[in-house]
């Protein structure tokens, strides 16, 4: 009878532990990032990178980064001439970086799972003629105390699945900044993340 009670014991505490190794204790990723500016009706992208460290069962805490490169819009106009008016293609010289703090709620089981978040950070609008590279990414952030820094609120939701350690993952939600009023803007970014 020992003999059964000392397995059992041992089995109790063996399981949990077993199950807890099929679970992810750390996330870093990448991810592309599309982000559309309510004001100017200006399609931003640009790369970020993210790591999420479990706080409870379905919880994960994540911090992420990225810095959308300038980009191109058009801009139409009309004269009184018999020529129809034309489109030119000019370039915006705005650089947006954006940082973002909070939980990720993960719902169900499994490998392909969908989860909510909300999270609060900063965004930075920057004007610079300079192309985007990894030396303007580094100086945004340097600087960004010397710029003008709006804070955000970001409400969304997702998919993310993986097999093994290697995963994907989309979400959508609305990037909310407060800069003379309330802003309302589609994000959505999509990338790879190892699981640790």
């Known amino acids: 009878m020992k003999r059964v009670a000392l397995l059992l014991f041992l089995a109790g505490w063996l399981v949990p532990l077993a199950s807890a190794q099929d679970q992810d204790h750390l996330q870093a990723g990448v991810y592309f990032d599309y982000l559309r500016l309510s004001q100017t009706n200006s399609n931003m992208a640009g790369l970020g ?16 980064m990225n810095y959308d490169f300038k980009q191109a819009f058009t801009e139409g106009f009309s004269d009184n001439s018999t020529v129809p008016p034309t489109v030119t293609v000019v370039n915006s010289n705005v650089k947006v970086l954006h940082g973002l703090f909070g939980p990720k ?8 799972h969908p989860f909510v ?11 610079d003629p300079q192309p985007g590279s990894v030396s303007g990414f ?14 955000t609120l970001y409400p969304g939701a997702g998919l993310e699945g993986h097999f093994g350690p290697i995963g994907l993952r989309l979400e959508a939600g609305d990037e909310i900044y407060f800069a003379g009023g309330t802003h309302h803007n589609v994000r959505v970014a999509f990338g790879p993340y190892i699981r640790f």
Do not use: D, P, Y
């Open 49 to 64: 990178g993210r790591i999420g460290v479990k706080a409870f069962s379905h919880v994960m805490l994540e911090g992420e």
């Open 105 to 112: 709620f993960t719902v169900g089981h499994g490998r392909i």
């Open 117 to 127: 978040t909300v999270k609060g950070g900063f965004i930075n609008f920057q004007l």
């Open 138 to 151: 580094v100086s945004s952030v340097n600087n960004l105390r010397a710029n003008n820094v709006s804070g």
